[in-house]
Structures are given as structure tokens and as C-alpha cells.
């Protein structure tokens, strides 16, 4: 045992002394999530503000006075576009598409033809193609008043076109919360947890080979499984900060959120705060058995990053694996590693109480991947230093 705390201090030490392994686990966890929800609150913000505008911008608005008076009626404002209206677009000058109208427009309407109208914005520019929704909304209830007018003024009853009164009912339950946008959280904190532990991993194992400090170590009386256990205990120790401290940067991220709706979504207590830890921390701890045997038979620190990162890739295709399973999602998801975790974050976010058996399965599953991993490494770990 004292040996096992001994080589854990040591790898510790080290593991604070490496100025990466601390770059990377500061920069994953504290400044991850905040940047994503600040991220979110100002493009949310900028969506909202463009359908409170209530101005369009036309050109050719004197061909149309039948949808100019509809325009006025819902409140808007008409603005005339300059003629530069593309350039100015292009250098982002315009934060809204322009509505061009030609000049025969009323005329093909009282002629009984199909009137066309032209939204032009510049794809690149995001403000602009935010107000494209609230325009287009805004002239289908202008086409839908023409078409309406004119059966009414052939005699067709309006009554005749809407059969059907279809509502919408709402079912969910009391205490479920949205969490729409915040869906994309566990990915964030599921990537922290990855990358905060993953150099602290290679550090250990195949930085000290090429550094030629694994030999000596491995010349003290200390069994394979001491050897493996106190490393990983350093390993796992880093990547768990890294969690808590993702976890927590969670509170004063709130603070940045300035967009009332993602304010309203995004309510993170401490109950949801030790909902996360319950779920995350033997992940962590799994997390730094597999980065440990990934990087142990590489000769280099290169190559050890290079095989983790791989390793890091594999977490975004997981989390996209719900997109395929539309509605309920399947009972296996709880025994993928990863995917069950990053189901059980959203139904934290989403205020749902977590399953007792789905918790367990997690945990049983994290301890059997470290449990492989520290076999292997134990078995490796004098092989790989004599060759």
C-alpha cells in the first residue's frame, strides 16, 4: 500500500508539473461550457431579435399596394432597400433580407396570374438569414388573405375550406424542463473529460519511456498491479477534478447567459450538479484506464497522442447515435459507455429523475472496462520497458 501511495505522489507531482496536462484540463473544464452557453445566448439572441423587428425592407413596394397595406395592418414597418442592397449584404452593412418585388406584380394579380416575389439575402450573412423565417411567414398569411378574398368574392364560402379545426395539446409532465438547445452540454462536458485526462495518461506512460524514467522505476520492488494501480490513481484523480470542475463552471456560466428563453431552459441546481458526479465520475475513471493502456505500448509521446485522439473522435459519433432512434430510445443505450451517459445528462437537464437501474448498469459497466484495462496494463507494463 505505501508503495502504491508512493508511485500515486509521485505521478501526481508530475502530472502538476506538466504544463499541457494542467493547460488542457483548465482550459476543457472551465472554459468549455461557458463559452458554448455564451455562444448559444448571443445566436439565440440575435434569432429573437430579428422576428421582434417588425420592419422589412422592399424594393418596388409602389407595384404592390394591395400586400403593402397587408404589411402596415400586422404592424410593420416598410423601409425602401438601398440599391445596393446586394453589396451592402455581402459586407454584412444589411442585417436583413431585402423583399424585391417587380414591377407587373399587381397587375398579374388582378389578372388572375401568380404574383412572384424575391427574398435576397446573402447566405453568409447569419443576421440576414435569421429574418428570412418571420418574411416568409409574413407573406403566406399576405397569399392566404388573397386566396381567401378570392373565393369570397366568387361565392365560395370560407367555412368550406376549413373542415377541420386542428389544435394542439401539450402533454409532458409538471417537472419536466426544456432543454432543447442544451442538448449539446453532455457532449461538451463528455469531451472534457477526454481530453483533461488524456495527457496526464501519456505523460505517464509513454512520455516517461521516452524520458527514460520508466526503467527506474521499474527497478524498485513494486508488483505490476502497485505500479499500474498508483499511476492510474493519478490519471484518474486528474480526470476527475477535471469533471468537477466542468461541472461546477456550470453555476457561474448561468451568469453569462443573457437571453431570457436559454435563461428559462437552462436551470442548473445542485441536485442536477450531483446528478452529473453520479454519472460521471466512474466514467472518468474508466477514461484514464483505456488512455493508459492505449498510450503504454507506444515509443513515443507522438504516437500515444495520435492513438488517443483517436479515442476522442469516437465520443461525438456516439452522442449523434440518439439522432437514428427517433422517439423512445432503445433499452441497450444503457450499456453503451458513453451513450448511457450522455442519456442521463439530458435527463438531468430535462428535470427527470435518474433510474436507480440505469445508474447501476453505468457503474458496473465503467468498472469493468478499468478492471480489463488495469489487467492489461499490469501484465504490460514490465514487457513493453524491456523491449
Known sequence: MKATLAILRKELRDALRDRRTLLVALISSLLGVPLMLLIFSVVLTQVESQEEKRTVLVKGIEHARGLENFILRQGYQIKTAPDDYAAKSQSKELDQPVLLIPDDFDEKLASGGKGVLEIAFDTSNRQAEFGVRPLRRLLDGYSQELATLGLAMRGVSLELLQRLDIRERHIKKPEERKATI??????????????????????????????????????????????????????AIVG????????????????????????????????????????????????????????????????????????????????????????????????????????????????????????????????????????????????????
Open 240 to 387: 476527475m477534478g477535471v469533471v468537477v470542475l466542468t461541472i461546477f463552471s456550470f453555476f457561474p456560466s448561468q451568469w453569462l447567459i443573457h437571453n431570457e428563453t436559454l435563461r428559462a431552459e437552462f436551470q442548473f441546481n445542485f441536485k442536477d450538479a450531483m446528478g452529473f458526479l453520479l454519472v460521471l465520475l466512474p466514467l472518468a475513471a474508466s477514461v484514464a484506464a483505456i488512455q493508459i493502456a492505449i498510450s503504454l505500448d507506444c515509443k513515443s509521446y507522438k504516437e500515444a497522442q495520435v492513438r488517443n485522439q483517436m479515442v476522442t473522435m469516437f465520443i461525438p459519433f456516439v452522442s449523434l447515435v440518439p439522432i437514428l432512434f427517433p422517439g423512445r430510445e432503445p433499452s441497450w443505450f444503457q450499456w453503451v459507455p458513453v451513450l448511457s451517459q450522455n442519456q442521463m445528462m439530458n435527463q438531468v437537464l430535462k428535470g427527470e429523475t435518474l433510474s436507480v437501474v440505469a445508474v447501476g448498469i453505468a457503474f458496473l459497466v465503467c468498472a469493468l472496462m478499468s478492471l480489463v484495462s488495469l489487467a492489461y496494463i499490469s501484465q504490460k507494463m514490465r514487457r513493453v520497458v524491456m523491449h
Open 182 to 235: 442544451t442538448t449539446m452540454l453532455p457532449m461538451m462536458v463528455l469531451m472534457a473529460i477526454v481530453l483533461g485526462g488524456m495527457y496526464a495518461a501519456i505523460d505517464t506512460t509513454a512520455g516517461e519511456r521516452e524520458r527514460g524514467s520508466l526503467e527506474p522505476l521499474m527497478m524498485n520492488p513494486v508488483t505490476g498491479w502497485q505500479l499500474t494501480i498508483g499511476k492510474w490513481s493519478a490519471v
